[in-house]
């Protein structure tokens, strides 16, 4: 590589992803961020421009950052511009938000960013997204009444003092004199025609910011719009409604004052416009795959909203995935569509967020569990079983299952899958992803066999044969006596077998797995567990269960539900205890017969246990049974907390620890599609 071509390479480098600060041609006071999608180079059509407008404290580059992830998927520019304080008066903070203070247009400044944008990178300038929380959300809404016309959407963060549109107040309270101080006529029916959103935390009822009186960010008659940002916004959204513009208000459960907690929702709608948008392009016709953008769950039901905030599938607590470079997630992106890599175990649902007692029980009472598309997506697999929770009764099972199939079926690029054949079929360059709907216990069809029929024609292709308090055809891991497999559980051990339906032993006691096994006339999986020799909890499982599912050619899928698969070499439960886990059950029973069954989901997994408040049952299953290394629980699995980061990070730690690529490819997808394929497919 010559000299010139290094240096291009390295200028190249700071234009795209998370670019540099840059400051503004057009006006040396002013700078801006970007993320730049890699889909840029690979496309000659304009990119949709996301602007985040920052507020007061100016934290441009971390709203910048926390849409990374929502530019790579929906192929969108992100625009951070940063107006600093003090340009006028040394303790001047807040002009920008007013448009016309201290002497400059900040509207103006805007969109000669966009324009100097525009010319250097291929973007949708003519009308673009915005997105200000706080003193951001003061900026947007008001930019919206001078430049509707510039738009395609406009989500308004909780501004502490807001502009009614109330031709009977001066600017900044109303729009009386907006035309004599800026020179542009107010186009009602042009901001009719724009998407809007107002968001705001439920528990924004902070008001020693907003409540100013005498400061120069103060008008008398601000209170009048209410005493509190949630007041005002809604004050705000009235005066719109009132003049025919339509408002998505999102109050979001749990959240104060905390613009970054806000930004699930405002991605979600940010996605539903561009959806709307390419729908519009393509006139109906679904878009070209590189355009193509993942609709919200249940997306064919007109006007569905959940009832609670949920948790966002592109963010993760673990601290893990920040320590892989680019070039390593993308050798675990190939290695995994190449092995066509398969979780045996994982909810990949998105529980509320945040997750209390209350958002819990209204969650539950609808019945309706999203999956986390986004996350799936970008996760690698081919193929994921998404289990049904335990605690759904027969009837909940069956609108469970018709739910998911129905939602599946409206997908553009995950889609339900009922065969190891439906896998092979994917495009593996693509992030095309197979859904396998699962029981995680098939308790509630216990006596029900022609029920279990009926789930199968939903698409049921792996069942639990019990869960941990046992039930009428086997014991379940969590009674101190296992009365083993009974006769009703033999007979649903054929039945499974006859349809093609992977039995699944994880949280089966000890001597009713090592009979359920020797019983199948197929392959059995302990979808999500652990060695017991590693951590001695009953939850896991001995040595002889485990040699008992691998005599059937079955698989043994490593969990990392948090506190279970710890080992003594790593107490703490992070992705090294799991991998401790792999290399014991590799020395044991052979690398043939093992993968990965995560059993993670998009939220607070623990929080889940604790808003049922007990439901799950005695701890005695995760209680060690021999002295053990001291640890503190943990409420996530660095390196594997959800199904969107899973895979990746285990490809890339398999690796560090020695593991060469067949066996990586084995462990993440060759084994289990051989499962699969010998249960499923040639039943």
Known sequence: MTFETNVKEAQRFYYTGATTMFTSQRNERFSYCLYVPTLHERTERPLPLLVIMHGTARTAMEYRDAFADFAERHGAVVLAPLFPASLSDPEELHHFKFLDSGGTR???????????VGEAFRVQRERFLLHGFSGGG?????????????????SIGAPGRVTLLDAAQPWWLGVQDIGARFG?????????????????????????????????????????????????????RDSFTDAGIGVRFD????????????????RDFFADVLAAQHEDAAGGRPAAPEERVTPAAFAHISGYRPVVGLADPLQTRSRYPQAITGEQRKGALDLLRRARAISLHDHPIRLPEPMTATSWSRWRAVGREELGYAG??????????ASANSWHTKEELVTWFGRMAADLAHQPTVRQARSAGDLAALDPASTQTGVLLALETITAFQDDPDGVECLYGFGLRMAGLSYDPGNALAGGLAQQQDPGLSAEGLRMVGLLNDLGVIVDLAHVGDRSAIEAAEASRKPVTISHAGARAVWPIPRLKPDDVLRAVAATGGVIGVSAAPNSTRSRRHPLHTIDSVIDHVDYLVDLVGIEHVGFGPDTMFGDHTGLHRARGGQDGPDYAYTPTEPVPAADEVDHVDGVENPAENFVDLVVRLGARGYPEDQVAALVGGNAMRLLTTVVDDA
């Open 184 to 236: 542009i006529r107010l186009d009602v029916p042009a901001m009719t025609q724009v998407p809007v959103q107002m968001v705001v935390g439920a528990e924004d009822t902070e008001t020693w910011e907003i409540n100013n009186v005498g400061d120069p960010n103060w008008l008398p008659g601000a209170e009048r719009a209410g005493a509190t940002r949630i007041e005002r916004l809604a004050s705000l």
């Open 251 to 266: 109050l979001v459960p749990g959240v104060a004052h905390d613009g970054p907690r806000v930004l699930s929702v405002v």
């Open 138 to 154: 003061q900026f947007a809404h008001r930019f919206f009444y001078l430049h509707p016309d510039r738009l395609a959407a406009v």
């Open 106 to 116: 900040w509207d103006q400044v805007l969109l000669d960013i966009v324009d100097e």
């Open 376 to 385: 799936i997506q970008r996760s690698g697999l081919t193929g994921i079983f």
